[in-house]
């Protein structure tokens, strides 16, 4: 039982790093996107993406320990879909669930870490060529960049707008 306890207090004195707490990810919409998701994609995709896109930086971000203790707040700004959405379907009786685009998707936000440092963020992409399309689902091209963005903001890759 001591053996235990020595070993635990040397674990938490042996670095800071084993109390980083993992990095705390906010996402959010812009007001337009929002309307665009009222009027034509339906609410239902919206909460899909947006938590799609937390989980994707989190995974990412704990496989890495990149920011930890930072707080990081994301904005989708942007979203197209390769297939129609299931409101898109309802308000438009001839489209057609096989329909393919080009999708992607555009990000922006801030990492705020511990001390308060403010780094901006930003990152888009999407498919240009209709013959590379991923368009296995509704959001396929924008699940790509989110786990592009992720993987990149893992790695600790500069990703701000210059």
């Not at 209709?130 to 992720?150: C, K, L, N």
Request: net charge positive; proline share 4%.
């Amino acid at each position: 039982m001591r053996l235990i306890a020595i070993a635990a207090v040397a674990a938490l004195l042996s670095g800071t790093s084993a109390l980083a707490a993992p990095a705390a990810v906010n996402v959010s919409l812009t007001p337009q996107l929002q309307k665009k998701f009222d009027k034509t994609f339906g609410q239902r995709e919206a909460e899909l993406l947006t938590h799609d896109l937390r989980t994707s930086v989190e995974k990412q971000l704990a496989k890495t320990g990149a920011h930890d203790g930072a707080r990081i707040e994301l904005t989708l700004i942007d979203a197209k879909p390769n297939r129609p959405t299931f409101k898109q379907l309802g308000d438009r009786p001839g489209l057609s669930l096989e329909s393919i685009g080009i999708g992607g998707a555009a990000i922006e936000g801030r990492i705020v870490a511990a001390d308060g440092a403010e780094t901006p963020i930003a990152y888009r992409w999407y498919e240009t060529d209709i013959r590379q399309v991923r368009g296995g689902w509704t959001w396929s091209d924008a699940t790509e960049t989110f786990d592009r963005f992720a993987r990149r903001l893992a790695k600790g890759e500069e990703l701000a707008r210059r």
